[in-house]
């Protein structure tokens, strides 16, 4: 054997070390080479009867594991090859995307109703402070729910419900049209004392929910949804007026 | 009914353990073994590293702490030697058997 890839770049190229360029490389030579193309045959000839042979009895995995514990971590990612990873590796894999999975899926709607929540708020609670200048606070302003409920008729593709609480210290106002988010909502106006309370209503496709609240600028609201409509309170009353204003609303 | 359907190894496999199998396959092992033994021990743990755990040259060079050229280059010179030793012992083998023959 006269060539001198013979004992260099050939066993590269017999081991799949070589790149893409250098074994196209060494292809070509192959062609004009009968040196090489022997060796190569030889070389693969010996490869796959010493792996045929036998020669090697594997340890038992517990006993391999028990070794490599020993060898310390410094040698340790060296020496196991990965071609063939512990089938628990990939219960391991899976478990870890499972777990993203499912923590996504739980902590998304709590990030983005949380998040979704704070926008709604501060969009009514703005509504709110707007609503508040001179002549903005009522389009029909009667005390009596059977005018208000059908002054909304043709206004809006819904019905609010609408109710006078005046026995319970809330009494109706009036009620108006606001944009909230790009939609037109209903507002019912109620009092308390001094105190002005604006009712935000439209209606929903999400289920019932527990009454959510909060404050922003110093006004406090209180968010809910009741048989396909959602309600939020915000005023400047005392939180505990505006939840017993929730409840008489739940009803 | 077709009675000369192909024999399908697939579905019916061999068992490959039969005795000549096995004479053979103790044979080879004996003979890849000694020839093994013949070779300096830095040739034969390229080889070993190399062919039966599968490993790349990066990792080999790591074990070894040897440069990967040098990996290279021990494997081409392990694997001569063993081809060498083992052409020998074949034409060892040969030259017995005409004896006892």
């Known amino acids: 054997m006269n060539c001198e890839l013979t004992q260099t770049v050939l066993h590269g190229y017999l081991d799949g070390e070589l790149d893409a360029a250098r074994a196209a490389d060494f292809e070509r030579h192959l062609i004009s080479c009968p040196d090489c193309v022997a060796a190569l045959e030889a070389n693969e000839n010996l490869r796959s009867s010493l792996q045929r042979a036998g ?90 729910q059977h005018t208000v409920k059908p002054w909304f008729d043709g206004k809006l593709d819904f019905a609010p419900p609408v109710h006078d609480f005046v026995n319970e210290g809330f009494p109706l106002q009036g009620g108006r ?39 922003q600028l110093g006004y406090h609201w209180i968010d809910f949804r009741k048989a396909g409509m959602e309600m939020c309170a915000v005023s400047d009353v005392a939180p505990d007026d505006l939840a017993e204003l929730q409840h008489l609303l739940m009803q | 009914m077709d009675l000369t359907t192909e024999f399908d190894e697939e579905l019916h496999p061999q068992p490959s353990v ?42 080999i060079a790591a074990v070894t702490s040897a440069p990967i050229g040098t990996v290279m280059s021990s494997l081409a010179r392990a694997r001569q030697r063993l081809q060498r030793v083992l052409t020998q012992s074949a034409a060892q083998h040969k030259q017995e058997a005409g004896r006892e023959l």
């Open chain 1, 177 to 215: 049209l606001d944009v909230v988010h790009g939609r037109t909502v209903a507002v019912l106006v109620y009092a308390r004392r001094k105190h002005l309370i604006n009712v935000f209503v439209w209606p929903t496709t999400e289920p019932d929910s527990e009454p959510l609240s909060g404050s």
């Open chain 2, 18 to 59: 039969t005795p000549e199998a096995l004479a053979i396959a103790g044979d080879n092992r004996e003979r890849l073994t000694r020839a093994l033994e013949e070779l300096p021990v830095r040739f034969r743990e390229v080889l070993i590293l190399r062919e039966l755990e599968g490993c790349s040259y990066k990792e």
């Open chain 1, 55 to 144: 020669l090697y009895e594997r340890a038992p995995q517990a006993l391999r594991q028990k070794v490599q514990a020993q060898l310390g971590a410094s040698t340790r990612p060296s020496f196991i090859p990965m071609r063939n990873p512990a089938p628990w590796r990939w219960l391991a894999i899976a478990a870890t995307f499972l777990l993203a999975v499912f923590l996504g899926w739980r902590l998304l709607p709590v990030l983005r109703g949380s998040s979704g929540q704070t926008a709604l708020a501060s969009a009514i609670v703005d509504a709110h402070l707007r609503s508040l200048q001179p002549g903005h606070l009522e389009d029909v302003q009667s005390t009596d």
